[in-house]
Structures are given as structure tokens and as C-alpha cells.
């Protein structure tokens, strides 16, 4: 190696290392501001089954909650239906 090619190396390294960081806190930037929008991060994990029961074939009843608000729904092979939300007594 001559005196040349360690300095450029050096500097191509460095260059690397500061895309990098600029790429990591890009994506840190990213997921913190991810969360706070409507339908972000925030929002996974937040549908729940209460309960499910089928009702034969292919057909089932399920208790779905999603935010805090609870659904009755009907699930066949072909389709997902929304019947009814329900109250926090029912």
C-alpha cells in the first residue's frame, strides 16, 4: 500500500459510517412519528376475540373488540359480517 490508499480508505470508511447513522436515525425518526399518527403503531395489537362459537358448516359467531369497542360479527367460507356492536353490559 503506498501513503495514498490509507487516507482514501479512511475517508471511505468515515463516509459509510456517517450514511449509516444518518440512515439508523432516519428510521428512528420514522417509527417515533409512526406511532403518533391516526391508524399508527399505536393501533396494533388492539383487536382482541372475546369469544367465538360455531354455528355448523362453515359458519361462526365471533366477539371481536377493537379500541375498546366490542362486535358481533359473522364469519362464513366467503364473507366476514359486521351484525352488531355491542355494549359494554351485553
Known sequence: MDGTSI????????SLLVILL??????FLLRRLRARLPGG???QGTIG?????ALGGQHSLVIAEVGG????IGVSRDTITSIARL???E
Not at 22 to 27: C, M, Q, R
Not at 49 to 53: D, Q, W
Open 7 to 14: 487516507p482514501a480508505a479512511a475517508s471511505t470508511l468515515a
Open 69 to 72: 369497542a366490542r362486535f358481533l
Open 41 to 43: 403503531a399505536h393501533m
Open 49 to 53: 376475540i372475546i369469544a367465538s362459537r
Open 22 to 27: 444518518v440512515l439508523a436515525g432516519a428510521a
Open 87 to 89: 355494549d359494554a353490559h
